[in-house]
């Protein structure tokens, strides 16, 4: 079973920042947070990963809480391109090829 | 950037019938996995692939079974169809060699049983 917790759906306006909580209360301390959406019915597409630091890419920012037990991905200028199914996985990354537990997910519109 | 390939795109298929879908990982990538998502639902894990070696199974099929080949490639054959199995098949790859373990999707070949 998926070990994260998302809200079903959000809505963000064109150009406004788009933060998407997550709720990890049971994660490990070898597992990270990875996160990935998937644009209606195209093959999933990673974002960003992180383990206690916040990190930033091109794409997003992640910021996870000092305890671990939940994050925030945070897309800075959301256009309508972004619109999709966000999923928040925690993973243990240990050399070995670990599996995605895929949970519901947050269905994000973003609208004009 | 070279992504991972999965062929056939789309694939139509009748009851009893068997099928093969083929996934080509992005170069120097040694793991592959394969995930399946039904109509309305979020992508499921069915098994992976380290080195040629299988390395996890999840809640695939005994009518399905896969392998991955000497070029990394690796095909998942999928036999006596049944309606339930329409769905979108997703591979992904990942370099475990170089440490990173992300796993990056193709863009999935959708299988419709009739």
């Known amino acids: 079973d998926a070990k994260t917790t998302q809200p079903p759906s959000m809505d963000c306006a064109e150009g406004r920042a788009a933060n998407l909580p997550c709720n990890h209360s049971?994660?490990?301390?070898?597992?990270?947070v990875y996160w990935y959406r998937q644009i209606h019915s195209q093959g999933p597409q990673y974002i960003i990963h992180?383990?206690?630091n916040n990190e930033t890419n091109e794409m997003a920012s992640l910021i996870i809480t000092e305890d671990r037990k939940s994050s925030t991905l945070i897309l800075p200028h959301a256009t309508l391109r972004d619109t999709a199914v966000y999923y928040c996985?925690?993973?243990?990354?240990?050399?070995?090829?670990?599996?995605?537990?895929f949970g519901k997910g947050t269905k994000l519109t973003v609208n004009p | 950037a070279a992504g991972v390939i999965q062929s056939p795109r789309h694939l139509i298929k009748e009851k009893r019938e068997t099928a093969t879908l083929k996934c080509y990982p992005i170069p120097r990538h040694d793991t592959v996995y394969w995930y399946q998502q039904g109509p309305g639902q979020d992508p499921q894990f069915l098994i992976s692939?380290?080195?040629?070696?299988?390395?996890d199974k999840g809640s695939i099929p005994d009518r399905f079974s896969a392998q991955q080949f000497s070029d990394y490639h690796s095909e998942l054959n999928m036999s006596s169809l049944e309606l339930g199995d329409s769905a979108l098949y997703f591979c992904?790859?990942?370099?475990?060699?170089?440490?990173?373990?992300?796993?990056?999707f193709g863009p999935g070949t959708r299988l419709l049983v009739l």
């Open positions: 992180g383990l206690k």
């Open positions: 692939f380290y080195e040629k070696m299988q390395s």
């Open positions: 049971t994660i490990s301390g070898n597992e990270y």
């Open positions: 996985i925690v993973r243990v990354r240990q050399g070995g090829s670990e599996k995605l537990v």
């Open positions: 992904a790859s990942s370099p475990i060699a170089g440490g990173t373990e992300t796993q990056y």
